[in-house]
C-alpha cells in the first residue's frame, strides 16, 4: 500500500490529486466544485505580491477562501524579495493551509518582468526569496515550477535539492520548460529524476498534460510521483476528479450551480464572467451541431437568468 502524502501536517491521502492555480479559472466555486468530487487539494487564483502590498481590491479580493474547500492553498508570484516577504504575511492573515511560490507561470507580462517563470534566469534570488518566505511564515510553504527556462537550461534536478534546502514543504514540477509555454507534450522523465533522488524527502507533485484520473494512475505507477496535479484539463469539468460517470444532466447541473455559487459569493457580473469562461470551455457542449452561436450568446451573456436559461436550451437540444 502506498502510504498517504502529507505536507506539513496536512494529511492528503494516498495518491491525492491536486487542482492546479490558474488565473481567472480557479475561482470559489469552481474551487468547491472540484473539491466535492474529489480533489485532494485546491488552490486559489495566483495572487500578485506587488498588487497585493499595495492593496489593490481585486486582488486582495482572490483571498477570499472557505471552510468547506479546505485544504487550499493561496499562490503568490513576484520578483521583489521584500514584496513577496509581506505578500506572504498577508496572506498568513487570510487562513490558507499553506502558501504555494509561483515560479513557473509562463506568460510574458509575467515571467518577461522577472517573476514566475522568470526566476529561473536567477536561480540566487529564487532561492532567497524562497528562504526569505519560508522564515516569516508559520505555514508551510511550497513552490511551483518548471524544468527550467528552455531546453539547453534543464535544471530542476539541481535546483529541487536547493529548494528543500531553503525549507519547502512540497514541489509541484510542470513537466515542460518556460519556452515552450503550453505547447508540445510535457516530459516527465525529469519529474521522475527529482522524485527517484535518495536526498528528496518532500514530496514531488507532478503537473502537466494530465487529462483523466486514468493518465494520473498511469503518472504514479511510472514516476514514482507522491501527487498528480491536473490543470488546463479540468475548464468546465469539475467532475473530472470523480471516478463516477456523471450524465449529461447531471454536469449540467453542476455548470448551473457553479454560476449560482459564484453569482452569489463574488457578485452578477464578475460571477458571470468568472464561470463564462468554464462554459466556453466544457466538453460538455461538443455534441450540440452549430454551437458557435449559442457559444458567442453563453460569452455576451450579462445576467444569470439569461445564462440560466441558454444551459436549458442547451439541455434540451443535447436531449433530443
Given amino acids: 500500500m502506498q502510504p498517504t502524502m502529507k505536507i506539513g501536517n496536512i494529511d492528503l491521502g494516498e495518491r491525492p490529486i491536486f487542482l492546479a492555480p490558474m488565473e481567472d479559472v480557479t475561482d470559489i466555486g469552481f474551487r ?119 531546453c539547453e537550461q534543464l535544471i530542476i534536478t539541481s535546483l529541487a535539492p536547493q529548494l528543500q534546502e531553503r525549507g519547502i514543504k512540497a514541489l509541484t514540477i510542470h513537466g515542460r520548460t518556460r519556452s515552450q509555454m503550453y505547447t508540445g507534450t510535457a516530459d516527465w522523465t525529469l519529474i521522475g529524476e527529482v522524485c527517484h533522488n535518495p536526498d528528496i524527502h518532500i514530496p514531488i507533485i507532478g503537473n502537466g498534460d494530465i487529462h483523466s484520473l486514468d493518465e494520473a494512475d498511469q503518472a504514479f505507477d511510472q514516476y514514482g510521483v507522491d501527487g498528480v496535479m491536473i490543470g488546463r484539463a479540468t475548464f468546465g469539468c469539475p467532475w473530472l476528479f470523480s471516478r463516477r460517470e456523471l450524465s449529461l444532466d447531471e454536469k449540467i447541473d453542476v455548470l448551473e450551480e457553479q454560476l449560482r455559487i459564484n453569482v452569489e459569493r463574488i457578485d452578477e457580473y464578475r460571477g458571470i464572467l468568472h464561470t463564462r469562461r468554464h462554459l466556453a470551455a466544457s466538453p460538455v457542449f461538443k455534441g450540440i451541431p452549430n454551437f458557435r452561436p449559442t457559444r458567442i450568446r453563453m460569452l455576451r451573456a450579462e445576467k444569470m437568468n439569461e445564462l440560466i436559461g441558454i444551459l436549458e436550451d442547451c439541455r434540451t437540444l443535447l436531449s433530443s
Fill in 32 to 150: 468547491l466544485l472540484c473539491k466535492r468530487f474529489g480533489a485532494s487539494m485546491v488552490y486559489t487564483e495566483f495572487v500578485s505580491a506587488e498588487a497585493l502590498v499595495r492593496d489593490v481590491k481585486s486582488t486582495v479580493n482572490k483571498l477570499t477562501i472557505c471552510d468547506e474547500e479546505r485544504p487550499v492553498g493561496i499562490q503568490i508570484y513576484g520578483r521583489d524579495v521584500d514584496a513577496m516577504v509581506e505578500a506572504a504575511k498577508i496572506v498568513e492573515q487570510a487562513g490558507p493551509d499553506l502558501i504555494d511560490i509561483n515560479f513557473g507561470c509562463p506568460v510574458k507580462k509575467v515571467a518577461g518582468k522577472g517573476a514566475g517563470a522568470g526566476m529561473l534566469q536567477n536561480i540566487p534570488k529564487l532561492l532567497d526569496i524562497t528562504e526569505r518566505v519560508v522564515q516569516a511564515v508559520s505555514l508551510p510553504v511550497t513552490v511551483k515550477t518548471r524544468l527550467g527556462w528552455n
